[in-house]
DNA sequence: CGTTTCGTTGATAGTACTCAAGTGGTGTGG
DNA sequence: CCACACCACTTGAGTACTATCAACGAAACG
């Protein structure tokens, strides 16, 4: 049975055929009649209010973090959300600046927490399905937390990559293109870099053919296999960023 | 209306008056009597199975960690749990050596995924209140990551100090009170720090009057005004460990 | 009392940050 | 069409922080 809370943009990644694949059509869904719609342009910040009165978003296609503005020091992207996702405040550290932003053109459905929670109680399999998909949120934070608080700066692009490469790639004659949706400064904030450093960080992946960058954010990863025998996370992320097709 | 996912362990720091309140009688709970006591010693490794057979646990008194090891690394703690905490395999990502491990000895409820989602779907208030919780839990783990990704170590070491106060802290005459339940080697994990790095740390700690430490992990806190000064996160920690009559 | 373990401290090296200069592309106005 | 300003990216040199390794001291244990 297909969910509003599974993938509907990710294009999976697959080694034996050109992914592509046409986008599945969606069942109708109570969420949808309950829901708003809205459409986030890039950068725009979405409303994050305070518990009680909470409210629910739903990524429904497009990239979304969450960022923090600490005193003093550069932004922080502490996570990235996909389709699918579910975000709420609470979810969110109190953090000085923290705000859910768009960081490509999304679609988001937006509803209160009560009603989230009421439509939840009426159908026990959609809320099991969002109890998983939480849950695999929180398993993503926490081994964001590890790539962080371990990893170098050469094992964290390439997590990263990896990352994004699962969930956005598209299989080329050359390798697996990424349209990559982040800037350079959205990259070094969310690894905990210095824009500086991430610069070295590229020229040493493309002196090492592990990246071809061309303008507008396309990439292309030439060698997927030594991408990822350049990260200790790998298999890790397979099992959360792939899609269930490439997962088996 | 109390309910199980609310602490029942925690000790408020509570700056007006003494702490150490007694413990509030819990109400009898469904969950109770499907849920398998289960009690671990120090350094206990709770069974996490893979989905689909997944066991979901619930805090009751103690504390636990998420452990994990890296490859040719030092052991990581990725995060803390609390009583009231839900754990479920799912929401640890799928690292080397991940397992769920007590660091104290305590007291869990254990009892299977599809008992837990059955239970919740019959009560939607506790359905809400678990979405809560496991939000707040999400909220602890992304904090994490923004602690360990961008603090040097004496704001990383000052924050966690700030958290144990604020979950496990007792008010004594000179200061407040805590019984780390966690040793060197488990703050050095936790804070992504080397165990000698955190050594200088807690020297410069003692010499600067925010630390005194005696043994067997009991530690006093003489100044916590200058210690909350430390980190730049006092303010979110307090949002998301201090109890509620404390936050108010 | 000796052994083991843990914690501390010093010296050294590796990594990333900061600051600064240089490069390339883009857009605007002459 | 060119000149210029502007911005993002790159690269180099110096600095700050932490990891690593080794030695020392203290406490726990037999």
Redesign the interface.
């Known amino acids: 049975m297909m969910s509003i809370f599974q993938n509907a943009a990710a294009q999976p990644v697959n080694h034996e055929q050109t992914a592509l694949a046409p986008k599945i059509a969606e069942p109708a869904s109570a969420l949808c009649e309950h829901a708003t719609p809205v459409r986030a342009r890039r950068r725009q910040r979405l409303v994050l209010e305070h518990?009680p009165s909470e409210t629910v978003y739903i990524v429904r296609s497009g990239l979304l973090g969450?960022e923090?503005l600490?005193?003093g020091?550069?932004r922080?992207l502490?996570?990235l959300f996909y389709p699918g996702d579910i975000i709420?405040r609470?979810?969110?550290?109190?953090?000085p600046g923290a705000s859910l932003t768009a960081l490509t053109l999304s679609e988001v459905w937006r509803l209160p927490a009560h009603s989230f929670?009421?439509l939840?109680?009426a159908s026990?399999e959609q809320?099991?399905q969002a109890?998983?998909r939480?849950?695999?949120?929180?398993?993503?934070?926490?081994?964001?937390?590890?790539i962080?608080?371990?990893l170098n700066g050469d094992e964290r692009f390439a997590s990263l990559l990896v990352e994004l490469g699962l969930r956005l790639g598209n299989i080329g004659p050359a390798g697996i293109t990424v349209d990559v949706p982040l800037s350079r400064t959205d990259i070094a904030d969310y690894l905990?870099l210095n824009p500086d450093t991430l610069s070295r960080i590229t020229s040493r992946f493309k002196a090492r053919g592990l990246l071809t960058q061309f303008g507008g954010g396309h990439t292309l990863i030439p060698a997927w296999e030594a991408l990822c025998a350049s990260t200790?996370?790998a298999?890790?992320l397979q099992?959360?960023h792939a899609p269930p097709a490439a997962t088996a």
């Open positions: 518990p969450i923090a600490p005193a020091k550069h922080q502490l996570e709420r609470s979810q969110v550290p109190n953090l929670e009421a939840l109680a026990p809320n099991a109890q998983r939480v849950a695999e949120q929180h398993a993503r934070a926490t081994l964001h937390a590890s962080v608080g371990t905990a200790p996370v298999a890790t099992t959360l």
